[in-house]
């Protein structure tokens, strides 16, 4: 089994090299959204967009086992998105990921917003050739669950605790959240987010404007004029 | 890849049968509970466990990737509880729940509940041995997640629609929610609850002693005596 195991995170490995080169290469940063299901992760997506669509060019691979629907949502804000329905997988892979990038044809030095399937488990494992894992928490889910999901809040860089609107409804304690997570990641970054009332998103947005400058200086001059 | 995963469920489907088999001879109700992370699933065992334990013999098995938070939180109940740490793992299997089985010895007669890891798509595909399995969905989640995770919502006999104290506060259509789980499951059979304010509550617990007494009338005379 770890054999078998090792096999498949090898070859996926190959695939995400292959797509952070090309991403690089362009210019564009590429996001991979993680966390579980409902914790609001198209509802963030969709705001963002919004709200940058005069400043930046955006594109958007969404995940899911079935349907189409975050794809549509999305492009009723007016960016391209293209939808991968996993059947059974329960995660998105390099190879898929690689399909979606020559489908969509993201622009050069745009952002690319990968969706995964909702889980907070197998989706750790797989790079998709993304710059950053994002693990989007909502904060109905409890407290508790970077010390009992470790793997994904080691992974990510920023953790955004969304649903913060709902913190006077709830019994959940912020800080003992944020220790949890510098527990199992000490240097990951932390936001507090209302998707639905907008508290934070000026952070969110500050984040991926430095994010993708500082991406953007680490290119070469030969291939910033190209 | 399809053989390995053909070859592997296999393997599971028959330590989850011998599972069965030694529950049913016993007439223990093996009930797997499965759900997104932070569904509200330990809240629910908890409060189950204190308002049914003077009239049911109760145990515990709970999965998680890492932590024994949950199973100490059952233990003080006052009900036997063990803890698997799956690790890398995003689901329980047959394997690890016949041996928490062997170390729990659950009496004759009792229901043991199963707390899978939080995962609404992995622990679709592999059997226990359980009776039922009861998939919660925290209204937080959103009403789409039946058609989006078809497969958890078709393998499940009930849906606990969790968290209904919140409802005031969310933009959450019950009715469709429902709509979407018959969808991909006709006879799915649907309980509104909060684990919180204990709404609902009466519904659940009058569920599962009908479906214990309907367990036990199936045990032969024989069995019924022994």
Not at 70 to 84: K, L, S
Not at 182 to 211: C, D, F, H, Y
């Amino acid at each position: 089994m770890v054999q078998i195991e090792q096999d498949i995170l090898a070859k996926n490995n190959g695939y995400a090299a292959a797509n952070r080169r090309y991403l690089e290469d362009r210019g564009i940063l590429a996001l991979n959204l993680v966390s579980s299901p409902g914790a609001g992760k198209t509802t963030l997506l969709a705001r963002t967009i919004t709200e940058l669509k005069g400043e930046l060019s955006m594109a958007v691979i969404e995940g899911d086992q079935e349907t189409a629907n975050d794809a549509e949502r999305i492009r009723r804000t007016g960016v391209p998105a293209i939808q991968i329905n996993t059947g059974k997988g329960c995660h998105l892979d390099g190879h898929m990921v690689g399909h979606a990038i020559d489908s969509l044809q993201p622009a050069d030095r745009s952002v690319l917003f990968i969706e995964n399937v909702g889980n907070l488990v197998c989706p750790a494992a797989f790079d998709l050739g993304e710059a950053h894992k994002v693990a989007i928490l909502s904060v109905t889910e409890g407290e508790d669950k970077p010390i009992k999901y470790p793997d994904m809040f080691h992974a990510a860089d920023l953790m955004i605790m969304n649903k913060v609107d709902l913190l006077p409804h709830l019994d959940f304690d912020v800080g003992a959240c944020k220790d949890y997570a510098r527990r199992v990641n000490p240097r990951i970054k932390i936001l507090e987010v209302s998707a639905t009332t907008g508290e934070g998103m000026a952070g969110w947005q500050a984040w991926i404007k430095a994010t993708r400058e500082a991406a953007l200086a680490g290119l070469s001059d030969a291939k910033r004029s190209a």
